[in-house]
Each structure stands twice: as C-alpha cells, then as structure tokens.
C-alpha cells in the first residue's frame, strides 16, 4: 500500500511579496546581528622613528581597570577575567614584539635593578599608555635605561566601562543597546631619552573577553602599527 | 456625613505629602564640594564643548545639542549664563587634564573675569541599526570655581534612546540626537538647582 494514499500534497505558493519580505527580515537581522568593529583613535599611531637594532624591549604586565560608566564607582577585576584578559594582552604584545625580530627583555633579567622599579612605572600606565610622561616617571625611565640606553618599555593599558545591558519595552517597544565599552592603550617608550617612541589607541564597543573575537580583533588593531627594527649597516 | 467633617481638612496635608514625594530628588553626582552653595554661583560662564570622541562617525552641531541644550537646562535650574570663546589649545584638552584641576589649568579656562566656568566634553555617540534603532551618548561636565581655583561640581550623563520594529529602523538618524539631549538631562541633573 502506497504510503502517501489518501494524503493530498500541499503546496505552498509564496507570493511575491512574501519573498521580498523575508528576504529584506533576513538582511535586517543579519546587519542587526553583526557585532561592533574595533575603531582606532583618528589620531592614529604616533611612531616618532624606528628602533635601533640593539634595542631592548621590556614588557610591563597590562594593566586593567574596570570602573561603572554612569558615575566611575570602580569594580572588581576578578569579576570580569582579569587576569585572563591581561595575560591575553602581555602574550599578543609579545607576539608583536618578537615578529619585530626585537629581543624580550624580562623584569628578573635587568641586572641588578630590582622589580620594585617596574611595579612603580606600572602604577603611572594609565598615564604612560598615553604617552604623557612626567618627571617623577622620567626619572623611574632613565634608571631603567642606565645600562642599555637601547631599552625600551611597552606599556599596555585598558580602561573598561562597564554599562547597563540592552533593554526591551513590550509595551513602547522601546528598546537600547548595552553600552559597555574598553579604550586599550599602548605606548612604547625608550627609557634613556623618556621619548615616546609609538603610541596607538583602539576603542571597542563591548565588554573585553577572552574568548572575544572582537577583543581579539581590538589587540591586533592596537598593536598593527607597531614600529620595526632599524636595519643596521 | 461625619466621618467627611474630619477628612476634608486633612486633604491639604495629605496632598502637601503627595507632592513633595513627586518632587524629583537630587541626582547624586560624582564629585560636589560640600561647600558648594547654589545662591553664590551668581553667573555660570559655559565654554565651547570639546569633542573627545575615539570615534567621530556620528556627526554631531557642538555648539546647538551640547552647549544649546545645556544653556537651557542650566537656565531653567536657575543659573545665569554666559557664553564664552574657545581658550587656545582647548581642543587638546583631556577628560584626565580636566579632572586634575590644576590651578594653572583652571586659570587657563574662560575669560579673565569669570569666576565660575563650565566645561562639557562629548565622550561618546553611537547609532546602533539592530531589530529597530539604537542611540547612546556619553558626555561629561566641569565646573570650576576660578576665585578658589578649585573644581566645584563634576559628573557624568549617558543617554541611551531606541524604538523597535520598523518605525524605529525608519528612526536611526533622529537616535543620536535623542541619546545626546537625554545625556545632557543626566548630566546637569546633580547641579543642585539654583532658587531665588
């Protein structure tokens, strides 16, 4: 017995409109559905000149800071992947500095200066990732950079603001977007002339996670400038 | 008959009570000297806002949705206002600068003769085209006492706007303003209003 006995085909018939309806529904949610790109600061990068092929680069752990949008009450990073957002950072700002065929230098490596210094020039990150150097810093730079006056230090900094979540008004039909943001800040910065040597900044428009294809998007942005080696002879 | 005798004149009293819940409270800013007396503040001298955006997609009149609006909001709280000329190398002007209070700094803003001095930055506008339209803004403002050479108030505004379905698709454009106006309401909301 034929198993379609008895059953009529139905046949859908799409109009036209139907079509176009659904096509246009698709493009919208598609478009609507698309995350944020990362935008750079307009200023662009600030590369004041390449680096000597000696030069040193040492890398100061990232800094974080997490803070509410609306009135700046600061909040935990553990909340929100701290540590795995800033050793996200340090590892790509390695990457970066390493395919620049520049040599690493590590905080235990710098002898005889003892890593107090450093943890005193991360304290002024906020204002060093911006490339705004002061002569208390000045001095910490210069005692860094007594040995080899080639050093330079990378600085890393990420000012996150933590907004409310989109909303939906069933009854308006009212509707808002999250509002979170992070602005990432780097600054390169040779030690014995405490001269900035590159500088970039790259707003992005959601929270920072790690496993963020947009965060990562926002690191490589940051760090795409990134100055070459001088080539020597 | 007598139970109506002793309710009507406690309708005035509860009444009073009513309104004064209504009365909408002092938004809590971020910074207000706590000696800040609204009654001395006798001329506010509103600079030109300053455009610290990362991102200047979303073109924005400084002078009509920021300064306009802020002019009037101040007004209606109470306060004179003046407007003053761009101070040199005001563009360059940092939210971190602003929130240093230097003296030399404070010295720097607005004309010679003012004592009070006002500046708003527009941190932030954003459209945003998802099951309908988005809008939010972020703007930040200053007040500085240039007699004492102090920052007297400071505070934050966002503003966030947006209509679903299709009309609100239809709205995009209108968003960012929508965003900016509703920042500068949040914004001037903890300047304590000004009465006499």
């Known amino acids: 017995m034929n198993s379609s006995c008895g059953r009529k085909a139905v046949r859908v018939s799409w109009s036209r409109s139907t079509v176009l309806a659904m096509a246009v529904t698709s493009i919208l949610i598609l478009i609507s559905c698309a995350a944020p790109k990362p935008v750079r600061g307009l200023a662009g990068p600030v590369t004041n000149m390449e680096i000597a092929p000696d030069s040193t680069v040492l890398i100061l752990r990232p800094v974080l800071k997490f803070e509410r949008i609306d009135n700046e009450e600061p909040l935990s990073a553990s909340d929100y992947q701290g540590e795995a957002l800033e050793a996200r950072i340090y590892t790509v700002a390695e990457n970066i500095v390493k395919t620049r065929n520049l040599t690493v230098l590590e ?20 204002q060093l990732s911006r490339g705004l150097i002061n002569s208390h810093v000045n001095a910490l730079l210069q005692a860094v950079g007594e040995n080899n006056e ?33 602005i990432l800040h780097a600054a390169l910065i040779g030690c014995a002339s405490a001269r900035v040597l590159w500088k970039d900044q790259v707003l992005l428009r959601e929270m920072p996670r790690t496993e963020s294809s947009q965060f990562h998007e926002a690191l490589e942005l940051l760090f795409s400038n990134f100055p070459q080696k001088e080539i020597s002879g | 008959m007598k139970r109506a005798r002793y309710v009507t004149p406690l309708l005035p ?90 003296p030399g700094l404070i010295r720097r803003l607005g004309p010679p003769g003012a004592r009070h001095v006002m500046v708003v930055l527009l941190l932030d506008v954003k459209t945003k085209f998802t099951f309908g339209s988005t809008g939010t803004a972020e703007v930040a403002g200053f007040i500085y006492d240039k007699e004492s050479e102090k920052l007297i108030w400071r505070d934050k505004g966002i503003g966030k706007a947006g209509q679903g379905g299709l009309i609100g698709m239809a709205m995009k454009g209108m ?3 929508q965003a900016i106006s509703m920042a500068n309401r949040n914004l001037v909301a903890s300047i304590p209003k000004r009465s006499d």
Not at chain 1, 108 to 113: A, D, H, I, L
């Open chain 1, 107 to 126: 905080a235990r490596q710098t002898n005889g200066r003892e890593p107090g210094i450093y943890g005193r020039i991360r304290e002024k990150a906020p």
């Open chain 1, 150 to 182: 080639h050093t330079a230090i990378l600085v890393s900094y990420v000012d996150v603001k933590v907004g409310s979540r989109g909303t939906w008004n069933p009854y308006s039909g009212a509707i808002t977007s999250d509002d979170s943001k992070a």
């Open chain 2, 13 to 102: 009293c509860i009444l009073l009570v009513l309104l004064s819940g209504c009365a909408a409270p002092l938004k809590k800013g971020i910074y207000l000297a706590p000696d800040f007396q609204p009654g001395a503040v006798s001329e506010i001298n509103l600079l030109p806002p300053i455009d610290a955006r990362i991102d200047k997609e979303v073109e924005v009149d400084l002078e009509k949705q920021l300064r306009g609006e802020i002019r009037s909001m101040l007004k209606r709280r109470g306060y004179k206002v003046s407007d003053s000329d761009r101070v040199d190398n005001m563009e360059q002007l940092t939210e971190d600068e602003l929130k240093s209070a230097l």
């Open chain 2, 175 to 177: 968003m960012d303003e």
